[in-house]
């Protein structure tokens, strides 16, 4: 019980006694069941607050990660598109090169080329040669596959195969001269097409058909001492063709 604080220092003085009729009031009682109903509901709200509290971190939780799967997913999809893309484009890229190869194979197989002596103006006379240097056949009307060189005077075989040549030489006779040109396949020789006589007009041809190795020559070289004569009418000339490839 609470006393005033003026009656406790009387009584703890000793100058009042309690006959003399000092009326002592009692402090009154504090309600304790009223602060723990009050306490009990604060606990209660708090607990409520705090379950409502969890409730929305775990909504809020569960809503992050229903929109992370879904992105996730989103991603993956994308994954997935550009995975089918690129397969797609490789297959595209794959078709496509098979194409070039065809394209290359079927242009491989087209060989033919035709050529003469001279392609100029006028009319010359070519030689008495000293070696066998391979001729060169300057005017060149045909050249499918441009395996024919017109700098050099080769053929060079793109594809191994069988192809036939034809060749043919021409001069006016001297009765000195002959006029004649081998065949050469590489440095062999393979055959030879011939003329000789003391005057007129003198021409000869052959032909030949050759395994050629990708990348083996062919040339026409003429005979040591021998002359040509060629004009715009193309008396020599040199020709070729891809029979078939093997």
């Known amino acids: 019980m609470k006393i005033s604080v003026s009656v406790t220092l009387l009584l703890l003085l000793g100058s009042v006694s309690t006959s003399e009729g000092v009326e002592i009031q009692p402090a009154s009682t504090p309600d304790i069941n009223a602060e723990l109903r009050e306490l009990t509901a604060s606990l209660v709200q ?17 809503r992050l990660k229903a929109e992370v799967d879904k ?4 991603v993956d999809r994308l994954k997935q598109q550009l995975q089918g893309q690129a397969e797609l484009k490789a297959e595209v890229d794959k078709q496509k090169t098979e194409v070039d190869r065809l394209k290359q194979q079927q242009q491989v197989r087209q060989v033919a080329f ?34 024919y060189n017109p700098t050099t005077g080769m053929f060079t075989a793109p594809v ?3 192809y036939h040549f034809e060749w043919t030489v ?15 396949k590489n440095t062999e020789k393979v055959f030879y097409a011939h003329e000789y006589q003391a005057a007129g007009k ?18 026409v070289r003429p005979m040591l001492f021998s002359k040509l004569f060629d004009d715009v009418d193309h008396y020599n000339t040199f020709s070729g063709h891809l029979l078939f490839p093997m």
């Open 46 to 62: 708090l607990k409520a607050d705090m379950t409502t509290g969890q409730a929305q971190q775990k909504a809020e939780a569960d």
């Open 71 to 74: 992105q996730k997913t989103e």
């Open 114 to 147: 035709s050529a003469s002596l001279y392609a100029g103006d006028q009319s010359a006379t070519i030689g008495p040669f000293n070696t066998f240097t391979a001729l060169i056949y300057k005017h060149v009307p045909t050249n499918i596959g441009n395996a």
């Open 160 to 162: 191994r195969g069988a």
């Open 170 to 184: 021409y001069a006016h006779g001297d009765g000195s001269h002959p006029s004649g040109a081998w065949l050469f």
């Open 202 to 219: 003198m021409s000869a041809s052959n032909g030949a058909t050759l395994l050629l190795e990708v990348g083996d020559s062919v040339s």
